[in-house]
């Protein structure tokens, strides 16, 4: 089991940038990918970014490529998303999620809401024009 903690959301203008942290907790030592979405009031749950257990393996949804980056530090089990640039239509509740892949390789199945088990909580980001 993954427990997963988001921070770093906010209110903030557009054109600035903003870093949400996701912080995990695993009882197991099976690797595990980390995908963000995101869902705006109305919306269905959007892919935004996700990230292999080893970094070797990252996607982004078309309307954040370019303007966001995800990374992961192992040591601090932890991964993040830095979002440069945000516009108003990157408000939404953002959430971070996990997926054990035991070492195997991944594809393009981490940019799918369903093959995740494990959910945070969720962070607002909210930007304002």
């Known amino acids: 089991q993954v427990q997963l903690v988001e921070s770093g959301g906010g209110l903030v203008q557009a054109g600035v940038s903003l870093r949400l942290a996701c912080a995990a907790s695993s009882r197991s030592s099976v690797t595990y990918a980390v995908g963000w979405f995101r869902q705006a009031p109305g919306n269905e749950r959007e892919f935004v970014a996700a990230i292999n257990w080893n970094g070797d393996k990252i996607f982004y949804g078309d309307s954040v490529k370019g303007r966001f980056t995800i990374s992961r530090d192992n040591a601090k089990d932890t991964v993040y998303l830095q979002m440069n640039s945000l516009k108003p239509e990157d408000t939404a509740v953002y959430y971070c999620?996990?997926?054990?892949?035991?070492?195997?390789?991944?594809?393009?199945?981490?940019?799918?809401?369903?093959?995740?088990?494990?959910w945070g909580q969720g962070t607002q980001v909210t930007v304002s024009s």
């Open positions: 999620a996990a997926r054990y892949t035991y070492s195997r390789p991944v594809g393009l199945e981490l940019t799918f809401p369903g093959e995740y088990a494990y």
